[in-house]
Each structure stands twice: as structure tokens, then as C-alpha cells.
């Protein structure tokens, strides 16, 4: 399990939805965090929006983006809790063609390191949707770094061994 340094590097282009009712732009650092991290890994920020936490108008971004042939994933921070307005994997299910349980699962497993058993309130997930990659991190600042840094940096690396998700991508929207 390692970056093979003898293969060619391909970016991949990632559209950036943070979810919060309160959040604006100037106090979006888990948005910032991912950002940051996209643009040091080589990768393409194409889009990065704010959205309610509404199922309708996270299903509307996701749609539009989904159906945006430049980009390739999708991630989300915020709304993966447990309370009433938490309804980010309401809106995937909405939009999906697949789960991708394992992002899922291994997100809470690393989680446990930092934040022991709280991690069962996160509802972090991933879908496939129409070909493009979609993945929900809570939206505290700690969950993104760990999202991003012990998750998706390495399997949206197209030289990460044995495999990534990165070889995938031209095959998912196969019938």
C-alpha cells in the first residue's frame, strides 16, 4: 500500500460543497482545510459552493454537478450527523447509483483513534451517482483532515497501489 512513484500522476477535477445553515464563506475552515489539501496534492478545485441544510438544495448542487462532465468527485463537509438538520445522506441517497459502504466504515475506524466511540454520531458515506464520485465528511475540522488525509489523498492518487479510484473512473458508467 503505497504511491508507486514510477507511474504518472492524473489530477483529478473536485467540486467542494460545504453544508451549514450558519456558515459563510469567510468562516468556512473545514472548506478551506479541503481546499488547501486538493490544490497541495496536485489535484483541480472546479467548484466550491455553500448549501443549506435542505435535502432539496444539496440534491440540486449535487445534480448539477453530477451532470458536469469536468468533474470527477464531488466531496461535501457537514451534515452527517445525527440531529434533525443533519441531511447530507438523505440528499446522496437521492442522487446515487451505488453505495461505496467501505468509505464509510473505514472512516469511523480511523475516527475511533482521534475521537474514540463519538464516532458513531458521524454518518460519513460515499456514492457513485451517475459516474462521479461523491463523498460526505462531517464538517469539523478534524473529520476533513482525516477524511482527506488517511482516506481520499490516497485513493484519488491514480499511482496509490494495489489499488484507487482514480483507474476506476473511465469505467463507471458502464451497462
Not at 140 to 163: E, F, T
Request: glycine residues 8%; hydrophobic residues 40%.
Amino acid at each position: 500500500m503505497a504511491i508507486d512513484e514510477s507511474l504518472t500522476f492524473k489530477p483529478v477535477n473536485i467540486a467542494l460543497l460545504t453544508i451549514s445553515d450558519t456558515r459563510k464563506a469567510s468562516e468556512d475552515t473545514s472548506g478551506d482545510i479541503l481546499a488547501q489539501r486538493i490544490a497541495d496534492a496536485g489535484h483541480t478545485l472546479v467548484a466550491r459552493e455553500i448549501s443549506r441544510d435542505d435535502k432539496n438544495e444539496i440534491a440540486a448542487h449535487l445534480h448539477r454537478w453530477i451532470d458536469d462532465e469536468q468533474i470527477d468527485a464531488v466531496i461535501t463537509t457537514g451534515g452527517t450527523g445525527l440531529t434533525g438538520r443533519d441531511v447530507t445522506p438523505e440528499a446522496l441517497d437521492r442522487v446515487k447509483d451505488k453505495d461505496i459502504p467501505g468509505f464509510g466504515e473505514l472512516f469511523r475506524w480511523l475516527s475511533f483513534e482521534s475521537i474514540g466511540t463519538s464516532t458513531i454520531q458521524s454518518r460519513a458515506c460515499a456514492v457513485i451517482a451517475r459516474g462521479t464520485y461523491i463523498f460526505a465528511l462531517p464538517g469539523s475540522n478534524g473529520a476533513v483532515k482525516d477524511g482527506w488525509d488517511k482516506i481520499l489523498a490516497l485513493q484519488l492518487d491514480s499511482r496509490h497501489k494495489p489499488c484507487n479510484f482514480v483507474e476506476l473512473m473511465p469505467r463507471l458508467r458502464e451497462r
